[in-house]
């Protein structure tokens, strides 16, 4: 598989970066929305909840757009975790 499936930075995004991040050079938009969100307090993130609805905010969390965390997301995706 080539490894350039892995990787997408879309500097021209409107809300880049979404969540800030030390190194916008490594800041990967391929997961934009994450696809770990429906795990709840399983997803592996740093996320709180917020407001009287207990919304989960993920704003804080930059898991999904760190390269290196792509075959991990890829496995909890294929494992059926959420």
């Given at each position: 598989?080539?490894?350039?499936?892995?990787?997408y930075c879309n500097r021209d995004c409107?809300?880049?970066p979404c969540h800030p991040k030390p190194d916008p050079e490594r800041f990967n938009?391929?997961?934009?929305?994450c696809?770990?969100?429906?795990?709840?307090?399983?997803c592996g993130?740093?996320?709180?909840?917020?407001?009287e609805?207990?919304?989960k905010d993920?704003?804080?969390c930059h898991l999904p757009h760190e390269p290196e965390y792509y075959t991990d997301i890829m496995a909890m995706l294929a494992n059926g975790s959420s």
């Open positions: 598989m080539r490894e350039s499936c892995r990787f409107e809300s880049f938009c391929l997961f934009c929305y696809p770990l969100y429906s795990m709840a307090d399983r993130g740093i996320f709180t909840y917020s407001g609805k207990r919304v993920c704003s804080g």
